[in-house]
């Protein structure tokens, strides 16, 4: 995603119903923390992909701490909106945050998410994270392997879309798909 996303970035988080926000940031935010928080997150230490299934942004990638580790890691936290999920979404951008993390030598993942987030902790359980409850926290732990050719030229590739600024993306819809 990009600067010129702030505002899609901004509707979408205050698009999310209380619950979501919850699971999303492990307690109550307000609009105005999402608006700030949106701004924060497409600094140089982030990577965000956006998942636009109609057109509008759905969902939320993040690959953050780029900057500040050696070896190298990062965390990793994504959403998409209720009335979205359980359509892989989640499951493709969680694949996207991996390529990207590998793409860029990051050697360990970590996610944290409330106990009660059971759509995150079995997206982390199929990528075989290690899991470490701690009162009412989940933090999950993955290890990365060194990037390859094959997995940069994915990450590359996979989606050219996620590389164009706004306003040269589709949807399929709008390709009459």
Same mark, same amino acid.
Request: aromatic share 8%; net charge positive.
């Given at each position: 995603m990009w600067k010129s996303d702030q505002l899609k970035l901004?509707?979408?988080?205050?698009? *999310? @119903?209380?619950?979501? !926000?919850?699971?999303?940031?492990?307690?109550? &935010?307000s609009d105005s923390f999402l608006t700030e928080y949106a701004e924060t997150i497409l600094s140089t230490d982030y990577v965000n992909f956006g998942a636009f299934p109609d057109g509008e942004l759905r969902g939320v990638a993040e690959l953050r701490g780029l *900057? @500040?580790?050696?070896? !190298?890691?990062?965390?990793?936290?994504?959403? &998409?909106?209720?009335?979205?999920?359980?359509?892989?979404?989640?499951?493709?951008?969680?694949?996207?945050?991996?390529?990207?993390?590998?793409?860029?030598?990051?050697?360990?993942?970590?996610?944290?998410?409330?106990?009660e987030n059971i759509r995150m902790r079995n997206l982390v359980r199929k990528h075989d994270a290690h899991l470490k409850i701690e009162s009412g926290n989940i933090e999950a732990t993955l290890g990365m392997a060194w990037p390859t050719p094959i997995s940069i030229f994915d990450e590359v590739f996979s989606d050219p879309r996620g590389y164009l600024?706004?306003?040269?993306?589709?949807?399929?819809?709008q390709k009459g798909q």
């Open positions: 901004v509707d979408h988080f205050q698009r *999310l @119903d209380k619950h979501t !926000r919850h699971l999303r940031f492990g307690g109550t &935010v *900057l @500040d580790s050696w070896p !190298r890691s990062a965390e990793i936290a994504l959403v &998409v909106e209720p009335a979205w999920q359980d359509r892989g979404i989640g499951e493709a951008m969680f694949n996207r945050l991996l390529a990207a993390a590998q793409k860029r030598g990051i050697k360990k993942l970590n996610m944290l998410c409330l106990h600024p706004a306003p040269f993306r589709t949807s399929s819809r």
